[in-house]
C-alpha cells in the first residue's frame, strides 16, 4: 500500500508538472491519476491532518471566501493544505492534497481548507468527514448541469447526513442556506448583515427562495440586501431568518469594505458589497473554530486575489480588473461593483459556452445589464464563443458593443483604443485562458 501511495504522489506530479510546461492548469488530471493508482489515497492523506478540516460550498464566492480562510490560518503559523486554483470536484480535491503530500506519502499539514463543487460533496465526503463546512449562498447556476436549486439542496442534505460531526457556518440571510443548516441536524453558526444597507432600489434581479422551504408560504422581507439575501421570516409557520452569531455592523463602502464584527474593525481595499459577505464568511469560520485572528486586518491587506477573483493587472499604463460572472446573482454584484467606480471605463464580456459553464446561456437574460448604460462606460465589447448572444442580449436595452470574437484581440484593441480602465468580466472557462493572457500581457 505504501508503494503505490509513493507511485501515485510521484505520477501526479510528473503529469502536472508537464502540463504546466505545456501551459494547461493539469489539476484535475493529476488528482484522477493518483486516485486511478490509489483509490485511498484522498482517506489516507487526509487522516493525517492534525487538527481541523473545512470545506467551502455555495454558489458564489468559493475560491475567494476559501482562499481568504487558507490565508487566514496561515497567519496564525499553522500549515495547511488548500486547493487555491478552484478544482473543486472529486479528483481536483485529491489532487490538493496528492501535490501537497511528500514523495513518501507523509502529509504534513496543521488544517486543511478544501472547496468543493456542491454536487461533489456527495462524492468527496466517503474518502474524508470534514470538521467545518462553511456554506455561503444558493442561487440558481447552470440550470442544463446543475438542474433546480432543489437538487443542489438535496445532495448538500445528504452530505450534511454523511457528516453528522461536521459544524455548518452558514450564511443566514441566504433563507435557502440558512434552513438547510436549520434542518440538518448539525450543530451550526451564522454570520448576516443586520442592518439595512441599501435603500430600496428598483431592481429587476431575479429573487430565488421566495416561498418558504418549511411550509411553502410566501417570505417576507424587512428588506433585501441583493437578489434573496436579506433579513426575512415566514409569516404562515414561523420559520424565520437565524440569530446571527457573526453581525457585521457599521457598514462602509466609501474607500474600499469596512465594517465591524465582534467588536473589531475591519477593513479591506476591495470593491463589490459581496465581498463583505466572503470576508465574514472567511473570518466566522476561522473564528469558529478557535483561531484569534489577530493580524486578520493585515491578512486582508496582503490578499492577492488568484485565477481571475477580481484580480487586478497592470498593463501598458492601463489598469486591467478581471473577474468572474457566471450566473444573474454573481454577475448582476458584479455590475454593482463596475458602477461603484465611478471613473470612465471600458468592458469585455466574455462568455462561452463550454461543458463546464452549462450550454444554457438564457440566464443571461435574468442579469440587469441596462445598467451598463450610464456614460461613465465608454465602451463594450464582447467576446468569446457566444458573443453574438451576449451582443443581442445588449441590443435589446438599447447597448451598442464591439464584437471582437477572440478574447487576446479585444483585450489588445482596449488597450490600445481605450480611455486605461478596463473591465473584463468572463464566464468560467473563459476564465483560466484570459488569467493567462493578461498575466502574459503583463509581463
Not at 304 to 310: I, S
Amino acid at each position: 500500500m505504501r508503494l503505490r501511495r509513493t507511485a501515485a504522489i510521484l505520477a501526479a506530479r510528473a503529469l502536472s508538472f508537464g502540463c504546466k510546461l505545456a501551459g494547461r492548469q493539469g489539476v484535475t488530471m493529476a488528482g484522477k491519476l493518483a486516485l486511478k493508482i490509489d483509490p485511498d489515497i484522498l482517506r489516507d492523506l487526509a487522516g493525517q491532518v492534525r487538527e481541523k478540516i473545512f470545506v467551502v460550498c455555495g454558489t458564489n464566492g468559493k475560491t475567494t471566501t476559501n482562499n481568504l480562510l487558507c490565508s487566514a490560518v496561515e497567519s496564525e503559523g499553522k500549515k495547511l493544505v488548500c486547493n487555491h486554483t478552484g478544482s473543486n470536484m472529486l479528483m481536483g480535491v485529491a489532487a490538493s492534497f496528492v501535490l501537497a503530500a511528500k514523495w513518501n506519502g507523509k502529509l504534513d499539514a496543521d488544517y486543511a481548507c478544501i472547496e468543493i463543487d456542491e454536487a461533489s460533496t456527495v462524492r468527496v465526503f466517503p474518502h474524508f468527514k470534514p470538521d467545518y463546512m462553511v456554506l455561503t449562498n444558493l442561487f440558481r447556476d447552470q440550470l442544463d448541469r446543475y438542474g433546480e436549486i432543489d437538487i443542489t439542496m438535496k445532495l448538500l442534505d445528504q452530505a450534511m447526513k454523511m457528516a453528522p460531526d461536521m459544524k455548518i457556518i452558514v450564511n443566514g440571510d441566504d433563507a435557502l442556506s440558512a434552513y438547510l443548516a436549520m434542518e440538518s441536524g448539525n450543530e451550526y453558526v451564522t454570520y448576516g448583515i443586520s442592518e439595512r444597507v441599501f435603500e430600496e432600489q428598483d431592481s429587476h434581479e431575479i429573487r430565488e427562495g421566495r416561498f418558504c422551504k418549511r411550509c411553502g408560504g410566501r417570505l417576507a422581507y424587512d428588506f433585501y440586501h441583493y437578489s434573496q439575501i436579506g433579513v426575512y421570516h415566514c409569516p404562515d409557520c414561523g420559520f424565520a431568518r437565524p440569530a446571527i452569531d457573526f453581525d457585521a455592523s457599521h457598514i462602509d463602502m466609501k474607500q474600499g469594505l469596512e465594517f465591524e464584527v465582534e467588536g473589531r474593525h475591519i477593513a479591506a481595499n476591495y470593491r463589490g458589497f459581496y465581498n463583505i459577505y466572503n470576508i465574514l464568511a472567511a473570518y466566522s469560520a476561522a473564528r469558529t473554530a478557535g483561531l484569534e485572528l489577530k493580524n486578520f486586518n493585515k491578512v486582508l491587506e496582503n490578499f492577492n486575489p488568484q485565477n481571475g477573483r477580481n484580480e487586478v493587472f497592470h498593463i501598458q499604463g492601463s489598469k486591467v480588473l478581471l473577474n468572474l460572472a457566471k450566473n444573474p446573482a454573481g454577475f448582476n454584484q458584479n455590475i454593482s461593483a463596475v458602477m461603484e467606480d465611478e471613473a470612465d471605463k471600458d468592458l469585455i464580456i466574455v462568455i462561452n459556452d463550454n461543458a463546464q459553464d452549462g450550454t444554457d446561456i438564457s440566464w443571461l437574460w435574468d442579469v440587469d445589464f441596462d445598467r451598463f448604460s450610464a456614460e461613465s462606460i465608454r465602451s463594450v465589447t464582447v467576446s468569446g464563443i457566444r458573443c453574438q448572444d451576449m451582443r443581442l442580449r445588449l441590443k435589446y436595452v438599447d447597448i451598442s458593443s464591439n464584437l471582437v470574437p477572440d478574447v487576446k484581440t479585444a483585450i489588445e484593441q482596449r488597450l490600445r483604443d481605450g480611455c486605461k480602465n478596463l473591465y473584463v468580466l468572463v464566464n468560467y472557462t473563459a476564465l483560466y485562458s484570459t488569467h493567462n493572457i493578461l498575466k502574459e500581457m503583463e509581463k
